[in-house]
C-alpha cells in the first residue's frame, strides 16, 4: 500500500461548482498535512496546511481525519484558474521533514 | 522572500555524460534541503535530503554513486547526476528547510533531458 494515496483524477468540472478531492495516508503517526497546488511543468506550490480542527482560506477549506486517516480539500465557486493538479503531502516522522507527496489529482474547470 | 532558484533550468545532455543541477536559497539559511525527482504524470518522489556540511541521506532505490549531492553551505546544495541515461530524463525539483520559519520552499525545477 502506498503511503499517500489520491484519486488521479481528471476531474472535469463546470466554472461555479464546488470539488472536494480526498487523500487517504497509512502512517498513523504523521504528523503534519499540506496541499499543494502544482501548475504544468512548474513546481508544487503550497496551498495551505491542514490542521485537525480545520482551517479555511478563502474559497478553500481543508479537514483532517485522523481516525479515518485522511485529509480533505474542499473548492468552492471553483474558478478557470483552479484548473491544476492538486497534491496532498505528509510529514510522517516528527523531527524529520520529509515530504511523502501523493500522486496528485488533476482538476480541470470548464467554462 | 523565501525565494529558491535552481539552475539550470532546463538542459539536455547526451548519454554518459554528467549534469550538476544547483539549488540556492536566495534570501534565507536552509541545513536541510531535499531533492525530488517527478516522471511525467507521477508525483514528485524525494530521492535524497541534503544537509550542510554533512553526507547526503539518500532513499531507498536511490543510487549515491550515481546521484551526488554536495551541501557546501547554508545556501547551495548540488545535485550531480553521473553517467546520465535517457531513463534519468526527469524533472528535478530542491527544497529548502527555512532554519528560522520551518517550512519548505521549492525551486523552480530543473528539466533533464537525457538523450
Known amino acids: 500500500r502506498k503511503e499517500v494515496e489520491q484519486d488521479p483524477g481528471p476531474f472535469n468540472v463546470p466554472e461555479g461548482a464546488t470539488v472536494a478531492f480526498n487523500c487517504t495516508y497509512s502512517?498513523?503517526?504523521?504528523?503534519?498535512f499540506f496541499w499543494y497546488r502544482q501548475d504544468c511543468r512548474k513546481e508544487p506550490k503550497l496551498l495551505m496546511s491542514?490542521?485537525?480542527s480545520g482551517n479555511e482560506d478563502g474559497r478553500f477549506t481543508a479537514q483532517l481525519n485522523r481516525a479515518s486517516q485522511y485529509i480533505s480539500l474542499l473548492i468552492r465557486d471553483s474558478k478557470l484558474s483552479d484548473s491544476a493538479t492538486y497534491l496532498c503531502?505528509?510529514?510522517?516522522?516528527?523531527?524529520?521533514?520529509?515530504?511523502?507527496f501523493g500522486t496528485g489529482t488533476r482538476l480541470t474547470i470548464i467554462p | 522572500g523565501a525565494v529558491v532558484s535552481q539552475h539550470p533550468s532546463w538542459v539536455i545532455c547526451k548519454s554518459g555524460t554528467s549534469v550538476k543541477i544547483e539549488c540556492r536559497s536566495l534570501?534565507?539559511?536552509?541545513?536541510?534541503m531535499f531533492w525530488y525527482r517527478q516522471f511525467p504524470k507521477q508525483s514528485l518522489m524525494l530521492m535524497a535530503t541534503s544537509n550542510e556540511g554533512s553526507k547526503a541521506t539518500y532513499e531507498q532505490g536511490v543510487e549515491k554513486d550515481k546521484f551526488l549531492i554536495n551541501h557546501a553551505s547554508l545556501t547551495l546544495s548540488t545535485l550531480t547526476v553521473t553517467s546520465a541515461h535517457p531513463e534519468d530524463s526527469s524533472f528535478y525539483i530542491c527544497?529548502?528547510?527555512?532554519?528560522?520559519?520551518?517550512?519548505?520552499?521549492f525551486g523552480p525545477g530543473t528539466r533533464l533531458t537525457v538523450t
Open positions: 502512517n498513523s503517526a504523521s504528523q503534519s
Open positions: 534570501d534565507f539559511q536552509a541545513t536541510t
Open positions: 491542514v490542521y485537525s
Open positions: 527544497s529548502a528547510l527555512s532554519v528560522s520559519s520551518y517550512e519548505q520552499y
Open positions: 503531502a505528509v510529514i510522517s516522522n516528527f523531527g524529520n521533514e520529509k515530504l511523502t
